[in-house]
């Protein structure tokens, strides 16, 4: 993947890159997001799939497709090549960056589970 560098600062980022997001867009041109909750603040937010690379997964990717399919039951198909990153804002991936890939194929119908 060559150096990673952060879109916001423009600097190295030496931390191993650990959570993969999706943008899915469905037949209609539409963004897919869901509702998720925060421990931290007793809020609910809107996000897009995703989550942090487990230390079994060899890939974003296969991160990626794991935890879209855990979140919405649904198996993705090509992706783009990533899109951007920036520093994730959950506080469990603190200091790590959060990768973006676009999803235009997919499987299944989805449902926030």
């Avoid at 497709?65 to 990533?82: F, K, P, Q, W």
């Avoid at 959060?98 to 499987?107: A, K, L, N, P, Q």
């Amino acid at each position: 993947m060559g150096e990673v560098v952060n879109i916001f600062t423009g600097k190295a980022h030496d931390k191993k890159p650990d959570v993969a997001s999706a943008i899915i867009v469905t037949p209609d041109n539409k963004i897919l997001v869901f509702e998720r909750f925060c421990k931290q603040t007793g809020e609910i937010f809107y996000d897009v799939p995703g989550g942090k690379q487990e230390p079994h997964e060899t890939s974003l990717l296969q991160a990626l497709r794991r935890e879209v399919g855990e979140e919405l039951g649904i198996d993705i198909g090509e992706t783009t090549d990533m899109l951007g990153n920036c520093p994730s804002p959950s506080p469990k991936a603190a200091g790590s960056l959060r990768y973006f890939y676009g999803v235009f194929d997919y499987e299944g119908v989805p449902e926030d589970k």
